[in-house]
């Protein structure tokens, strides 16, 4: 989890469009954390009306700022400045970057950001974003990747990713933990597919990742399904943790050798097991 913020969620997140405020209170039952999207859910006509919508949920009492990210517009964006104005006035302590790429862009926002990185600029920079003291995460996207390279389809015939979405995968992967930072992986466009969707997910926990976004609330309980350590992978790693105590160094346990990356791996496993049943609302 991040070193930079004291803030760790589970890691089933799920989009709501912000013009659509009757959808934000299903959605928080639903999720570990909520992106209200002021950007690519909300049509360019609908754009006032959704900045309204979320003054309302803060007025009324009804928005979480501790399970709530408000995914605001580019910063080349004409619509940017009216969602920085409302940052301020909201004192919104949580947002998300969309097309982040440059680094004083994150750093003038003034409160805790996660850049998504998501253009070609964004991720040859995702270094230099990471490494901006109010950046708490790094998500990255790969429909618009592509289309700011004038390509046509991140995925190939079978669903996978192309090589160069793949490659900005793990470039924005690495970069987040480079700084000790949340590692967001992203949407699985194909809500129907969650065979697709948890063969993602167990991947993204294999190599890191702290979270996956959902864009429908049914993606959600297949994210924490495969995030969620299996009961003998949790047994196996609280039983080594007992084992070793505070000698962490090399030694053999049940006929396998172990060392400082095994007992990481297990603490993991732990933390992840934690966060899957820390959420009240958490649900199957």
Same mark, same amino acid.
């Given at each position: ?75 080349? @964006? ?75 389809? @991140? ?120 966060? @899957? ?8």
């Amino acid at each position: 989890m991040s070193e930079q913020t004291d803030w760790q969620p589970g890691p089933g997140w799920l989009f709501c469009p912000a013009d659509r405020p009757d959808r934000y209170t299903k959605a928080l039952a639903a999720a570990d954390v909520v992106i209200v999207d002021l950007e690519d859910a909300v049509a360019p006509d609908r754009k006032y009306e959704a900045r309204d919508a979320l003054r309302g949920l803060v007025r009324c009492g009804t928005f979480d700022p501790e399970r709530t990210v408000v995914r605001i517009n580019g910063a080349d @964006s004409a619509e940017h400045a009216a969602d920085v104005h409302l940052i301020a006035e909201l004192s919104l302590p949580r947002v998300m970057l969309a097309k982040a790429e440059r680094p004083d862009d994150a750093c003038a926002l003034g409160c805790a950001v996660i850049a998504l990185v998501e253009t070609a600029r964004g991720i040859e920079w995702v270094g230099a974003l990471a490494e901006v003291p109010n950046v708490i995460g790094l998500m990255w996207g790969a429909d618009d990747l592509v289309a700011s390279m004038g390509g046509t389809s @991140s995925r190939r015939a079978d669903g996978g990713y192309r090589d160069v979405a793949r490659y900005a995968r793990s470039r924005s992967l690495v970069a987040a933990k480079a700084c000790g930072l949340l590692a967001l992986d992203a949407v699985h466009m194909d809500i129907a597919d969650t065979e697709g969707l948890a063969t993602e997910c167990e991947d993204a926990v294999a190599v890191g990742f702290d979270a996956t976004v959902a864009i429908h609330p049914s993606q959600v309980a297949v994210i924490r399904a495969a995030y969620r350590p299996s009961a003998e992978r949790l047994a196996w790693a609280q039983r080594l943790l007992a084992h070793v105590g505070a000698d962490r160094g090399v030694t053999t346990f049940e006929g396998r050798m172990v060392d400082g990356p095994i007992f990481t791996q297990a603490e993991r496993l732990i933390r992840l097991a934690a966060l @899957s049943g820390a959420n009240g609302s958490m649900k199957e």
